[in-house]
């Protein structure tokens, strides 16, 4: 595995590159098998896998969030080469915001709703490095996991919108026994916040209603953002102390 920190010296790499078929899987770090799950699937379809590691900082409405997000870059590159990736990409800010976060991309509707009504900014930030990623590595296929289901939905919409020549790919979220969404956050679950939050997906799914689910995610001592069903999907974000967690089932 290549690894680049410099996304100009990457970019000449890439100006080289003659592969058919590029796979793309962008992550914030702090790896699972929610991730190895993506390059797994883009190792099954294309010739070359290039994996990014960002914190992106744009994406966080909460600098406190921000710090305390995990990060392992040793840990997750070992992974990564393991799991048969190609190249990784790990810049700093500076590499990927060359304009000092001038230019933004601002989708004015869906992105305003669930996640975006509780985190202002946060998918101008996600759907920006997406862009500025997408742009530097112009794979022809780029995984995301379902378990982020509207930034998912912005996704392909943005590329759709800026005819974007790559195929955006949907990967089913994995799951912990429990039934809990695998995600870098739950390390910040404490034994007992823990064992509360496979309550998250069961009551998802096993509820009548949207609002029969919030009632007990509540009663299981949650602090619920929303829970809304939209179209086929039900959605939620709730909080169990500062852990966010966000999850979806099909309905
Ligand atoms: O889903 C994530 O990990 C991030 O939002 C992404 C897509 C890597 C952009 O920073």
Request: glycine share 6%; with cysteine; hydrophobic share 40%.
């Amino acid at each position: 595995m290549k690894t680049f920190t410099s996304m100009s010296q990457w970019q000449i790499y890439r100006d080289k590159l003659q592969q058919d078929s590029i796979g793309f899987v962008p992550t914030m770090g702090a790896l699972h098998q929610g991730h190895l799950a993506l390059v797994e699937a883009s190792r099954k379809t294309n010739m070359f896998t290039v994996v990014s590691v960002f914190v992106n900082p744009k994406q966080f409405d909460d600098g406190q969030d921000f710090k305390a997000y995990p990060s392992n870059h040793q840990a997750d590159l070992e992974q990564l080469e393991k799991a048969g990736v190609d190249v990784a990409l790990v810049p700093d800010a500076a590499q990927i915001y060359v304009d000092d976060y001038r230019f933004k991309v601002t989708e004015m509707e869906f992105s305003q709703r669930l996640c975006g009504a509780h985190r202002p900014g946060h998918f101008d930030g996600v759907l920006t490095v997406v862009m500025r990623l997408l742009n530097l590595v112009r794979p022809d296929n780029a995984y995301f996991g379902e378990k982020d289901y509207q930034q998912l939905q912005l996704i392909r919409d943005m590329t759709t919108a800026f005819f974007m020549p790559v195929n955006i790919v949907a990967c089913a979220t994995v799951r912990e026994a429990d039934g809990l969404a695998m995600s870098s956050r739950n390390q910040h679950l404490d034994t007992r916040r823990r064992r509360q939050a496979a309550a998250l997906y069961a009551a998802l799914k096993n509820s009548c209603t949207a609002n029969d689910a919030k009632q007990t995610l509540i009663g299981k001592g949650f602090e619920v953002d929303y829970v809304e069903d939209i179209a086929d999907r039900r959605l939620a974000a709730a909080r169990l102390g500062n852990t966010r967690l966000i999850d979806n089932v099909q309905i």
